[in-house]
């Protein structure tokens, strides 16, 4: 749904990768013990695999990662990007 333009270095990818499984997993439990288990669980991946450090904050915290097609909708191709400016959200 994405294209190289929209993720450009590994950090956006990163930020992907992060709202991808955050939208499969994340979204779906049900309890606040298992969401800390997903959270805790991102963590360590991002620093075994991605080998990236990332606070909770960056991750979670109030501006969190989004990615969305949604500011150009109506274009003939519309870009899926990361959300960067919530006041346009």
Partial sequence: M??????????????????????????????????????????????MKFRDRWTHDDIFGKNSIIFSNILNFGQDDPLYEMITNFENL
């Fill in 2 to 47: 994405t294209k190289p333009k929209s993720i450009g270095d590994p950090d956006k990818f990163t930020s992907l990768w992060i709202h991808e499984v955050s939208w499969v997993f994340h979204d779906r439990l049900i309890n606040e013990q298992d969401r800390n288990f997903f959270k805790e669980n991102i963590m360590l991946i991002l620093e």
